[in-house]
């Protein structure tokens, strides 16, 4: 070892505690000693290079739902635990992290799955990843949209499996225009703003309900507030985009579904049990509407033995909602970037609490 070497390695080694805002941290030089970040399932990139930077980054390399014991175990000291749908974070993950869990870090727009009422008992803040994914989720509500009205799904199937028979045939898989017709949004955030947007090109009227008015967005894109009785009787598609909390809870029951049209759609890419599932299986097979829309479920993932895989009307996807190379990969900059700015103090942290 060269001197000009020794010298540094005597220089990094020198330890020093400083006293900060009446907690202990431990400095090695101006290095804070890592805390520890738990992730709970293998996230893209840049999330888990901005993580390595700054802390000690222990992620699932996995990306299957981690057993609650397993969670419990793995979060045990960290500073943040970044989680994703189908994690339940409750009190018990909470007390299993300790004193020093600062940062609950969504990997997802929802957080339904977090029990924020703990978090904010324990002072820790709930972060999410508003924005990046608005468009890509409207996106696929479109494609839920045009796929359930045009029997899309079917169509391909009877190409694949060798039964078109005829060529062009005067009445093979007739479905209903979505240019033209009738859109009810129901919660007009970010993602049913966008989806609004959309509706403009393809000439269709658009009428919404949601918590709040919004008489600037209503003036930019001619769309109608109404109640959402009104919204259910008028719409040819009715589609949800509010997020899950006690009044939305099963917002979409049978009394609901029974105000729409015969001929009207379901449409859902924001959480299952904004609808009562049950109900819509019901109306569903009683004919009450034409069909179902759905990329969100009551419980997920559903089996083979749920009633909406039995039926021919509905067109089922597996949560994909924001699922694209690129979505991802941003969620995973916004999720890792509101650990760091929060451990920080500075730029941008999507708090929740
Ligand atoms: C997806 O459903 C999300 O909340 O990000
Ligand atoms: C609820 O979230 C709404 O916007 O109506």
Request: glycine residues 10%; hydrophobic residues 30%.
């Given at each position: 070892m060269s001197n000009e070497n020794r010298k540094y390695k005597i220089k990094i080694e020198f330890h020093i505690i400083l006293i900060t805002e009446g907690r202990q941290t431990n400095y090695f030089m101006d290095r804070p000693i890592k805390h520890k970040v738990y992730v709970t399932r293998k996230i893209p990139e840049p999330g888990p290079s901005i993580l390595k930077n700054r802390f000690q980054l222990k992620m699932n390399p996995r990306v299957d739902v981690l057993k609650s014991e397993n969670l419990i175990q793995n979060v045990r000291g960290a500073y943040a635990l970044m989680c994703m749908l189908g994690d339940k974070i409750d009190s018990s993950v909470m007390d299993a992290a300790?004193?020093?869990?600062k940062v609950i870090s969504c990997y997802s727009v929802g957080y339904d799955h977090v029990d924020i009422d703990e978090a904010v008992k324990r002072k820790i803040i709930v972060t999410n990843t508003p924005n990046v994914l608005a468009n890509t989720t409207a996106d696929l509500t479109f494609s839920l949209i045009l796929a359930a009205a045009r029997n899309l799904i079917k169509a391909d199937r009877h190409v694949r499996t060798g039964?078109?028979?005829?060529?062009?045939?005067?009445?093979?898989?007739l479905g209903y225009d979505v240019h033209g017709s009738t859109l009810g949004i129901i919660g007009l955030g970010e993602i049913g703003t966008l989806v609004a947007k959309r509706a403009r090109g393809f000439d269709m009227k658009v009428i919404y309900h949601s918590k709040t008015r919004n008489r600037d967005i209503e003036s930019e894109l001619d769309i109608t507030y109404v109640s959402l009785e009104e919204l259910l009787e008028r719409s040819d598609f009715v589609s949800i985009h509010v997020s899950l909390n006690k009044d939305s809870f099963h917002m979409i029951d049978k009394s609901k579904i029974k105000l729409m049209k015969k001929t009207a759609f379901l449409i859902n890419t924001s959480r299952g049990k904004v609808i009562n599932e049950r109900d819509l299986i019901s109306a569903l097979k009683n004919n009450i509407i034409a069909g179902a829309g759905l990329?969100?479920?009551?419980?997920?993932?559903?089996?083979?033995?749920?009633g909406l895989t039995q039926l021919p009307q509905t067109v089922l996807l597996p949560?994909?909602?924001?699922?694209?190379f690129m979505t991802r990969s941003k969620m995973a900059e916004v999720a890792a970037n509101n650990i760091v700015n929060f451990f920080h103090k500075r730029g941008i942290v999507y708090k929740i609490n």
């Open positions: 300790g004193p020093n869990l039964d078109w028979k005829f060529g062009w045939t005067p009445d093979l898989f990329d969100v479920y009551d419980n997920e993932p559903i089996s083979r033995s749920n949560h994909i909602g924001s699922a694209t």
